[in-house]
T-cell receptor, first 109, second 113 residues
Framework: RKEVEQDPGPFNVPEGATVAFNCTYS??????FFWYRQDCRKEPKLLMS???SGNEDGRFTAQLNRASQYISLLIRDSKLSDSATYLC??????????FGQGTTLQVKP | DAGVIQSPRHEVTEMGQEVTLRCKPI?????LFWYRQTMMRGLELLIY????????DSGMPEDRFSAKMPNASFSTLKIQPSEPRDSAVYFC???????????FGQGTRLTVV
């Protein structure tokens, strides 16, 4: 079983749609959680950290459920520029940083 | 800050040759990671250093791969001998603390022919 699992998609949505990505992780001792974004042929970049109480950054909302070992990302009012691969990332108690396979989003006009 | 610096950006080499990839982490960062990315396998963690000490190398594919971090500002990933299946993008990343996000370099695109 992979340490971090995501639905690879692709998700094809129209502009303005709301889209949700989910992720599960296997190590219950994991301490920190993140969503990264990767554009084609570029390096991954931090989108947002994920906190236990849930957090929001503009159109983006992240949630963490430690009991279920589940992380989510919600994107509201999708823009063409949101088209990218979204990576769920978990950092364990040793500091090891593990990435999910990524979910591809394509926003269409 | 210049960010994480990797070199070379592109490398084309023949099977059997030695390849050395280089990384300069962000100054003051204590953790350094090497990843390999392919379409089939995604982003795989190869090795993780903390304070220049290798903490987890369970992702290193085989003995042909080795990584060093002689000081806080430099790390290398070496493949000897290289094989066509090693073709991938290799990323280096660093983070300031053990529970914070990591910042990535632009990657080295390796092609072994």
């Amino acid at each position: 079983r992979k340490e971090v699992e995501q639905d690879p998609g692709p998700f094809n949505v129209p502009e303005g749609a709301t889209v949700a990505f989910n992720c599960t992780y296997s190590n219950s001792a994991s301490q920190s959680f993140f969503w990264y974004r990767q554009d084609c042929r570029k390096e991954p970049k931090l989108l947002m950290s994920v906190y236990s109480s849930g957090n929001e950054d503009g159109r983006f909302t992240a949630q963490l459920n430690r009991a279920s070992q589940y992380i989510s990302l919600l994107i509201r009012d999708s823009k063409l520029s949101d088209s990218a691969t979204y990576l769920c990332v978990v950092r364990g108690n040793t500091g090891k940083l593990i990435f999910g396979q990524g979910t591809t989003l394509q926003v269409k006009p | 800050d210049a960010g994480v610096i990797q070199s070379p950006r592109h490398e084309v080499t023949e099977m059997g040759q030695e390849v050395t990839l280089r990384c300069k982490p962000i100054s003051g960062h204590n953790s350094l990671f090497w990843y390999r990315q392919t379409m089939m396998r995604g982003l795989e963690l190869l090795i993780y250093f903390n304070n220049n000490v290798p903490i987890d190398d369970s992702g290193m594919p085989e003995d042909r791969f080795s990584a060093k971090m002689p000081n806080a500002s430099f790390s290398t990933l070496k493949i000897q001998p290289s094989e066509p299946r090693d073709s991938a993008v290799y990323f280096c990343a660093s983070s300031p603390l053990r529970d914070t996000e990591a910042f990535f370099g632009q990657g080295t695109r390796l092609t072994v022919v």
